[in-house]
């Protein structure tokens, strides 16, 4: 699996949106872009995936560039829930396993 | 009810006695994985299961053990603990038929600590 790079943490004000970068410049063509959260100690949580397009869902969106070397998760209106350590990970799709690095941890400040 | 839950959620037992963590669940996969969090850390691999009769070690298997009783129950054992096994625990399941997503879903975690 590629390898991923995150910042270790960050602050974002309620309200405002959270842009979280993750850099993975050795991607496979086949490899997806997945990010996870974990919410203080709970069970890690699938927030959106993409492999080259941008993806959004109700709970985020996901830009990737065009080389697809890095990219950004935005949570568009961050709220103290929000509050947790985000993982970015990259896998083929039928990859059975998930492989977690440190992540970023983002505290939403009221 | 949750989709995949774990017994015990918090544990604390000594050094050298045996201890079983379970899990079930109700999602219909048929993939069940055992995954281990150490503070400030990402979660790590022990065992793996495709189906009732598959059980693959990952990462860091030394030192436990698993049972895959139905395609609902996956156990995870710890044949003779010791400290450094005190760990946050997950089980999680997956569903090879999602494309991409792959339907991964975590229980809410066993915390355990060995003394």
């Known amino acids: 699996d590629a390898k991923t790079t995150q910042p270790t943490s960050m602050d974002c004000a309620e309200g405002r949106a959270a842009n979280l970068p993750c850099n993975h410049s050795?991607?496979?063509?086949?490899?997806?872009v997945y990010w996870y959260r974990q919410i203080h100690s709970q069970g890690p949580q699938y927030i959106i995936h993409?492999?080259?397009n941008n993806e959004t869902n109700e709970m985020a969106s996901l830009i990737i560039t065009e080389d697809r070397k890095s990219s950004t998760l935005i949570l568009p209106h961050a709220t103290l829930r929000d509050t947790a350590v985000y993982y970015c990970?990259?896998?083929?799709?039928?990859?059975?396993?998930?492989?977690f690095g440190a992540g970023t941890t983002v505290t939403v400040r009221a | 009810d949750a989709d995949v839950t774990q017994t015990p959620r918090n544990r604390i037992t000594k050094t050298g006695k045996r201890i079983m963590l379970e899990c079930s669940q109700t999602?219909?996969?048929?993939?069940m994985y055992w995954y281990r969090q150490d503070p400030g850390l990402g979660l790590r691999l022990i065992y793996y299961?495709?189906?009732?009769?598959?059980?693959n070690k990952g990462e860091i298997s030394d030192g436990y053990s698993v049972s895959r009783q139905a395609q609902a129950k996956f156990s995870l054992s710890l044949e003779s603990a010791i400290p450094n096994q005190t760990a946050l625990y997950f089980c999680?399941?997956?569903?090879?038929?999602?494309?991409?997503?792959?339907?991964?879903?975590f229980g809410s975690g066993t915390r355990l600590t060995v003394v």
């Open positions: 999680a399941t997956s569903d090879p038929g999602r494309t991409g997503e792959y339907g991964y879903t």
């Open positions: 999602k219909g996969h048929d993939r």
């Open positions: 050795t991607i496979s063509g086949n490899e997806y």
């Open positions: 299961s495709f189906d009732v009769k598959d059980i």
């Open positions: 990970i990259v896998r083929v799709a039928d990859d059975y396993k998930l492989s």
């Open positions: 993409g492999l080259k």
